[in-house]
């Protein structure tokens, strides 16, 4: 093999690898647990499964097949029967996980192509230069913010700049699904995949999630999925991932480099 099939080889790796590390999003709840190392699992509504579902079995491409009943009428007979079908969980084992939050743009350095973030869960100032991949979106960020500090009414200096104090940036906060992955602070590995009904959760799962009460699970999760008709009375099918935090991945700025290449 001559070293640049080696390299090339090394980058096909890198790709590979690349499939593997996806965003995932997290309310602030959520965020202070994984924060304080309190969670290890979270639950994910299954989407377009039959309600008639009453069995799941893992297959071996790491899917999961779901057998639901089904009704109707042929020839002005009533029949009951059984269909199947088969389904990938968003997440496997061995996936990376970059968490998602609110955030806003907390200062910027155009020399250096970097933003500096404040986080909203805990309103933490990050004062290290994060370098930002996408120059476009880079200077979109820019724009953002300086158009929201002259609305705000934050004064100039006399050389046109913009300042304030770290933390009280006039930007406003960014929802989760618009994080850049330069910008997260929280990596995990999924460990574990399993599919179930949501009311099946068990005491101990719950601690996993990170509360201690049943209410207090039940309200978070109404919270965020009760609008969207997977409400805790519903019981719907979920898929339970179970994870690790872990660090930064080693190939982390390559990964953001390539990430909407």
Known sequence: MTMNEKRLGERQKDVMNFEK??????????ILTIADNRKTQTRRPIKNISENTHHVERNED???????????????????????????????????LWCREQWRIGAWDLRRDSIAVDYKVDYFSRLDWLEISDEVKLHQYVDQVKKRADKKGVRRQPDGSLKWIPGYSPDYWRPAK????????????????????????????????????????????????????????????????????IKRPNNWKAFCQSYRS
């Open 178 to 245: 618009h994080m850049p992955p330069e910008t997260a602070r929280y990596f995990l590995e999924v460990t574990d995949v399993k599919a179930e009904r949501l009311q099946d959760i068990s005491l101990d799962d719950m601690i996993a999630e990170g509360v201690y009460t049943k209410d207090s699970f039940i309200n978070i999760w109404n919270t965020y999925y009760i609008y969207k008709d997977y409400g805790w009375d519903t019981n719907p099918w979920v898929w339970v991932y179970s994870f690790k935090k």
């Open 21 to 30: 590390i996806k965003p995932i999003n997290f309310g602030p709840e959520m």
């Open 62 to 96: 790491g899917s999961f097949g779901f057998m639901f009943s089904s009704y109707g009428v042929i020839n002005g007979k009533a029949f009951i029967g059984d269909g199947w079908e088969d389904i990938m969980p968003k997440y496997q084992p061995g996936d990376i």
